[in-house]
């Protein structure tokens, strides 16, 4: 073995990582190798295409400077919003540090393209749990129900497809615009690749060709080459601090698509009238620009940090989804744990691992919202961060837990294998 391999081995063993469990890693990791090498492909092509979008708009030192007050004539901002529409080739896009998080910019996609007596339809099932108080699916004030906007939903089928019968039978003279989520977010159904969504909204589209699909892009951007932009969407949301972010952009979300989707979200984000013309950027670009830049290399080692954790907890027989064979589409992985004392060990070890608040040990607790104690394990520069290396999971069954992130591959992998030395430590498995 050469002198590297074996400083590594002893440096983990010094971060109390026993040689057997570093040994199965090291397994895990040689059967992977296929699968890294074309996670770097898709990575590769997201770089050059990012890169491609800041020569062509020519991003200059001056763009990375903020304005203040109105922020009328804000080169790097009104910049920055052209570079993201070239990126995912729609016609403009809104991108803000005022849009606050990834819920914020699809609420706010939502309000501004709907109006009193229109229909919104989900073909792909229930929403993002934060999206029923916005569609009204739970009560809550200020939400689209109150506003008289309606709400139709066609569940996937039991085999994960499309009811496209049920899709037609949905679709009328209300309805305005289709809402469809390309990541499982914490539910089990599959995550959606962007030919599905492609072929789902061709299918919808043919029967009322003006109807606004918009996408759910949180934790898909960069997974693939392509963006659901590509396939149809007239409008994708996200928020950056998850991928498009690079673990740099400390808060905000975007808007990209069409023309008319971008400027009524932005008459709504700021007013009627004013739109995209203010809002200013204070200090915050060039951590959206240099985070943008890093994105595509971010999330492949997120997406290989999943991939790894799959690979390594299989073996156990826990159920993981997706599994350490499939295709992936998003970066959560979630793996079935079965029990609370191993969910609680498994995000001891993550959060233990952790550059930020690695001293601090994660317990269950009530979270508003949740019908059960919740655990997360998150020590990341960027509160709340899920592109960064984070974990929860509620304290129900079936006892799993959903884990995302990985800003650099060695930390995500060391975080990994100490969740297994933890598990270990405690005679879990
Ligand atoms: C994270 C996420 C959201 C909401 O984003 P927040 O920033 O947490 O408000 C919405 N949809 C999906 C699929 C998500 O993963």
């Known amino acids: 073995m050469s002198e590297i391999l074996n400083s590594i081995k002893s440096k983990y063993q010094a971060l ?9 890693g090291e397994a895990v990791l040689s059967k992977l190798e296929a699968r890294f090498r074309e ?56 991108v803000r540090p005022q849009i ?44 689209l129900k109150e506003y008289g906007i309606s709400y139709a939903q066609v569940d996937l089928l039991s085999d994960g497809g499309f009811d496209y019968d049920g899709i037609k039978k949905a679709i009328n003279e209300k309805t ?18 962007v030919g599905r969504i492609g072929e789902l909204i061709a299918f919808i589209k043919n029967i009322k060709p003006d109807v606004i699909c918009m996408v759910d892009n949180c ?48 008459f709504r984000l700021t007013s009627p009238g004013l739109g995209k013309e203010v809002g200013a950027s204070l200090g915050i670009l060039q951590s959206f ?14 997406l290989k940090t999943a991939l790894f954790a799959a690979a390594l907890y299989e073996p156990y027989g826990f159920f993981v989804i997706p599994n350490s064979t499939e ?32 001293h601090v040990v994660p317990e269950p607790w009530e979270m508003p919202g949740y019908d059960s104690k919740v655990i997360m394990a998150a020590g ?10 984070s974990a929860d999971a509620p304290i129900k069954e079936p006892y799993a837990v959903y884990f995302q992130g990985g800003l650099t591959f060695a930390h995500a992998k060391f975080g990994i294998l100490n969740s297994l030395q933890r598990l270990k430590e405690k005679n879990l498995i």
């Open 16 to 24: 109390g990582i026993r040689e057997d469990v570093y040994r199965e």
């Open 39 to 94: 996670i770097d492909s898709v990575a590769e092509y997201n770089q050059l295409k990012v890169l491609e979008a800041f020569r062509k708009n020519q991003v200059s030192e001056a763009c990375l400077l903020g304005s203040t007050g109105y922020g009328y004539g804000d080169l790097g901002r009104d910049t920055l919003e052209a570079v993201y529409a070239d990126i995912f080739h729609t016609e403009d896009a809104l």
């Open 100 to 143: 606050t998080c990834g819920t914020h910019a699809l609420a706010l996609a939502l309000m501004s393209n709907l109006r009193p007596g229109d229909e919104l339809l989900s073909p792909v099932g229930k929403p993002y749990d934060t999206l029923e108080e916005v569609i009204g699916i739970r009560p809550s004030n200020g939400s």
């Open 176 to 193: 305005k615009l289709v809402t469809i989520q390309r990541s499982k977010g914490y539910q089990t159904r599959p995550t959606l690749s």
């Open 219 to 266: 934790y898909g951007e960069f997974v693939e080459t392509m963006e659901p932009s590509d396939v149809g969407a007239d409008m994708i949301v996200g928020s950056l601090i998850k991928n498009p972010g690079g673990g740099l952009a400390p808060i905000g979300g975007y808007i990209a698509g069409t023309k008319e989707c971008v400027e009524n979200a932005a």
């Open 289 to 302: 620009y240099q985070g943008l830049f890093l994105a595509p290399t971010v999330t492949a080692n997120a």
């Open 327 to 358: 295709s992936r589409h998003d970066i959560i992985q979630a793996i079935t744990l079965g029990s609370e004392e191993r969910i609680i060990a498994f995000c001891e070890g993550i959060q233990a691992a952790s550059p930020i608040d690695s």
């Open 380 to 389: 990341a520069f960027v509160s709340g961060s899920s592109i960064e290396l």
